[in-house]
DNA sequence: CGACTTTGACCGGCGC
DNA sequence: GCGCCGGTCAAAGTCG
């Protein structure tokens, strides 16, 4: 049970043929503004993910948050183990109209590899054998640390879309059943854990499959001068030369973007949850013009003309 | 020169 | 025990 891990997995819907006068999709209409939340929240552990369920106009036991899964994806997030093991494959796919979420806290099986070969030849009078226990334990541990993991499909024909921190690849690797690399990437911010995953989709190469796993301990870095929010407005609200803002975009798509409450990018309240996780939501769907969602979310529906 | 990417090797978990 | 696999390391290479 300490294993216990829940996936949540974000499959946008994908636009295609969407346009913003276009009625929003069906979950999109059973959005609940009551229920309505940042990510980071959700990474923060502060809600439930039946409540994010929810917020995504979904019935948190949904199969159809799952089906399409495993359809898109050689191999997503363990996104099965959300309803205790609900069965997903017996659900018709609808990949085009569901929203799928996937957040795991259990480290449990993740960082399956790990406690490198550490030369560390120094001290080795220094109960060198013992310490190396000590390190195996204390890792072991550390491995049974819940990381909050966010995953979440997107159409897009680059692989690592920008969130506004700064990753470092420190790995590739070829996925199996599937013609496209696995890429891991690290937070170059320092005390930062948080790790990111990007794979294609091999069932739909034009899916690139985004798993967040911890939380940021910092702010948005550097290059984005300003508030978070700020960036986001701006870099959002002219879209059009793709180089206003630190954040660019493939020139193919559609997009509408929700800029989420402001305490979702404020420094006080900084998850893992990246910001672009609500392009990614949004850039795939028609999101309604929800009058208490205006309420909450001040700016919104930004969309770049093709 | 620092930051970042690439890539082969390594390690632990897991199934057989 | 063995082999496969996912994840990570770290040296070498690249870039600005």
Not at 31 to 57: I, Q, R, W
Not at 85 to 99: E, F, K, L, M, Y
Not at 186 to 204: A, G, L, N, P, W
Not at 256 to 278: E, K, R
Request: hydrophobic share 25%; glycine share 6%.
């Amino acid at each position: 049970m300490s294993n216990e891990r829940r996936d949540f997995y974000y499959h946008t819907p994908f636009l295609e043929d969407r346009h913003l006068d276009a009625k929003p999709p069906p979950s999109i209409h059973g959005f609940d503004p009551s229920s309505y939340m940042s990510l980071t929240e959700c990474l923060h552990g502060s809600v439930d993910y039946n409540s994010l369920a929810k917020a995504f106009g979904l019935s948190p036991s949904s199969s159809e948050v799952f089906s399409s899964i495993d359809e898109n994806s050689s191999k997503p997030v363990e996104a099965r183990d959300l309803d205790g093991g609900n069965s997903t494959d017996q659900i018709p796919a609808t990949p085009n109209s569901s929203v799928s979420f996937s957040s795991s806290e259990a480290g449990g099986d993740e960082d399956s590899g790990k406690t490198k070969k550490e030369p560390q030849p120094e001290n080795p009078e220094d109960g060198g054998e013992y310490s190396n226990k000590k390190d195996k334990a204390k890792k072991k541990a550390e491995k049974r640390q819940k990381e909050p993991r966010f995953a979440f499909m997107t159409k897009s024909e680059v692989d690592h879309l920008e969130d506004g921190y700064r990753w470092r690849k420190y790995g590739q690797k070829a996925v199996k059943n599937s013609p496209y690399p696995r890429s891991y990437y690290r937070c170059t911010t320092q005390k930062c854990t948080v790790k990111k995953r990007v794979e294609r989709s091999f069932q739909d190469p034009s899916t690139v499959i985004t798993t967040y796993e911890g939380q940021h301990n910092h702010p948005i870095p550097t290059t984005l001068r300003g508030s978070a929010s700020a960036m986001f407005s701006h870099s959002m609200l002219a879209p059009t030369p793709m180089s206003t803002g630190p954040i660019s975009f493939p020139h193919h798509q559609e997009y509408s973007f929700v800029q989420f409450p402001a305490a979702a990018t404020s420094h006080q309240n900084i998850g893992a949850y990246p910001q672009n996780v609500n392009q990614h939501l949004h850039q795939q769907y028609q999101v309604p013009d929800y009058g208490l969602l205006q309420d909450i979310v001040p700016s919104m529906f930004f969309r770049q003309e093709p």
